[in-house]
């Protein structure tokens, strides 16, 4: 609408000056009124019958471009989003049913996890808080990650940590996503370990004593074997704190929802049933260690070849092989811990730009690579148009789900009402009132609860595109 105040002068070939001003007012007026918490419930405005539904602009058909982001962009007549496909029906919620300002009853603590992450933050752009990192692929990591242990050592000097905006929990509980101002160098160098491990425990001493809150979940990095024992030293510290022993705080990595997760987006792949191996990246972690487990249990014919030094699994259906190029002989692979690009571009240089003509054999077998690592980095298969590289482990719940509402999904390189399942663990467990921590191994048992649990809330995984 920005160039409509050259109306006139398109129409007449000349227009006064005070027409800009007039129209700049007008803008303006209506923008704020726009903004207030008038609701038109009358049929008159919301009937999909009467003309005023498409030609008056309601403050409450506004709101919901703010809350949804992507929906309601008119301004100021509704009929261009109902013509375009983007309107969405938005009731702001009656005062009288919110929940307390101060009530906190779960956080999630992340971190941040590179220069692109930063520019998800809602005060940078709203819109990029949706959707995948904005990667900057001509700056190598290492000079990324310099760049981004200077901003988190300036955030240290001013802030403890970022906050992010508040969502509500199956209408009766309140969460929210808080992140330690700590970024990858942090968790790559061990003489730092402490350091986050002592920022972590410090903001759940913070939010406990502002708040009352009890229940607190690792994301990410937070939770890594090399720093705390996947959350068992977090657990010890709260334990062994004079101030937090007493207090029933809870610690959970969530990572039973995630291997729950993993294991049901492998089992439902077409044609999973008659496969006869898969290739496993990250096996010996305590996810794919559980994934792999609860696979030979229910897949008893289902052979397992791992790429690892160690040998955890002890299994006559699994085998080990330090080649990565193994990779390229078994149809699905799945990938739960990150390597260099180096050693994936290495493995698959040799049949780089085979045939892939459906009519000729190929000659490798792999068809899918399935990644649960996070962040989800694409591998570069230039040459391999028959192998496909999946994100998975991502959560979905419908835009009208009563289970989640509000901004729990911005800033994770997710779309909207989509979420990783271990921050959805968490909140899971926040709401059936775990009294113990989860952290360390997986209980396979706990996985089948925790996935039917999630069922039963509206999750769902995202479903794959071949």
Not at 215 to 222: A, I, K, S, V
Not at 412 to 419: D, R, S, V
């Amino acid at each position: 609408f920005g160039p409509v105040f050259f109306a006139p002068f398109l129409l007449y070939g000349e227009m006064h000056w005070t027409i800009i001003g007039a129209y700049l007012v007008l803008f303006d007026l209506i923008n704020a009124y726009g903004h207030m918490n008038i609701k038109y419930r009358h049929p008159i405005f919301t009937s999909k019958y009467s003309p005023f539904q498409y030609l008056f602009y309601t403050p409450e058909f506004h709101l919901g471009h703010h809350a949804f982001f992507r929906a309601n962009y008119a301004l100021f007549m509704p009929i261009w989003d109902h013509m375009f496909g983007s309107w969405r029906k938005y009731t702001k919620t009656d005062t009288d049913k919110l929940l307390p300002a101060n009530k906190q009853d779960f956080v999630f603590i992340g971190h941040n996890a590179g220069l692109a992450h930063f520019l998800t933050c809602p005060e940078w752009d709203v819109y990029a808080a949706y959707g995948p990192f904005r990667t900057f692929k001509y700056l190598p990591y290492s000079v990324e990650f310099l760049f981004c242990n200077l901003v988190g050592a300036f955030c240290r000097l001013i802030m403890s940590c970022y906050t992010c905006s508040r969502y509500m929990i199956n209408e009766t509980l309140i969460g929210r996503v808080i992140c330690i101002c700590r970024t990858p160098i942090d968790y790559i160098k061990p003489s730092r370990y402490p350091l986050v491990n002592k920022d972590i425990v410090k903001l759940i001493k913070s939010q406990n004593k502002h708040y009352g809150t009890k229940c607190f979940g690792l994301g990410n990095l937070n939770k890594m074997k090399q720093v705390n024992d996947g959350g068992q030293l977090i657990s010890d510290m709260v334990k062994a704190d004079p101030e937090l022993k007493d207090k029933d705080i809870r610690v959970w990595t969530g990572d039973t929802m995630t291997a729950a997760s993993v294991y049901h987006q492998l089992s439902e792949l077409p044609g999973f049933d008659t496969l006869d191996s898969i290739f496993f990246v990250g096996a010996n972690g305590k996810i794919g260690n559980a994934v792999c487990k609860h696979l030979l249990t229910t897949k008893p014919n289902l052979k397992i070849r791992i790429y690892s030094l160690s040998h955890t699994l002890d299994h006559p259906n699994v085998t080990y092989t330090s080649d990565l190029a193994d990779l390229l002989n078994h149809r699905v692979v799945v990938l739960g811990k990150q390597l260099g690009v180096r050693k994936y571009s290495k493995a698959l240089s040799p049949f780089r730009g085979a045939s892939s003509k459906k009519q000729e054999l190929t000659p490798y077998k792999c068809r899918v690579i399935l990644d649960y690592t996070v962040p989800y980095i694409p591998i570069d298969l230039t040459g391999f148009h028959n192998i496909e590289h999946h994100q998975i482990a991502v959560l979905e719940t419908s835009p009208d789900s009563n289970f989640l509402k509000g901004h729990f999904d911005i800033g994770f390189g997710l779309e909207q009402h989509q979420i990783y399942p271990c921050h959805a663990g968490c909140i899971i467990n926040t709401l059936y009132d775990r009294k113990t921590d989860e952290v360390g191994e997986i209980c396979v048992k706990d996985m089948i609860t925790m996935w039917k649990r999630g069922q039963e809330l509206g999750l769902r995984n995202r479903p794959l595109k071949f």
